[in-house]
Nanobody, 123 residues
């Protein structure tokens, strides 16, 4: 079992930055690949970024490529999502997730989910 708790969301102006954190419980954090997803009001949850268990591979949605960076710190059992040059269309609830797969970009491939953190970008 892995429990995930996100933090770091908030209200920011367009062009600003936020750093989301996802704290994971358990001693097996290093064996899970991590992902970030987001869900805007009235829309389906969508993939944002993923990082393999080794941190060797990272993946991004085209909409955030070049602006967002995913990372992980095994010593702290934490995954991060650095979000720069934020746009109003980035407004959503952001969820972190964990999977035992080497890498996963699909929502259904993830086994564990956090409760989400709200990110609001004003224009």
């Amino acid at each position: 079992q892995v429990q995930l708790v996100e933090s770091g969301g908030g209200l920011v102006q367009a062009g600003g930055s936020l750093r989301l954190s996802c704290a994971a419980s358990g001693r097996t954090f290093g064996t899970y690949s991590m992902g970030w997803f987001r869900q805007a009001p009235g829309k389906e949850r969508e993939f944002v970024a993923a990082i393999s268990w080794s941190a060797f591979n990272t993946y991004y949605a085209d909409s955030v490529k070049g602006r967002f960076t995913i990372a992980r710190d095994g010593a702290k059992n934490t995954a991060f999502l650095q979000m720069n040059s934020l746009k109003p269309e980035d407004t959503a609830v952001y969820y972190c997730a964990a999977t035992g797969k080497t890498a996963a970009l699909q929502l259904v491939e993830y086994d564990y989910w956090g409760q989400g953190t709200q990110v609001t970008v004003s224009s």
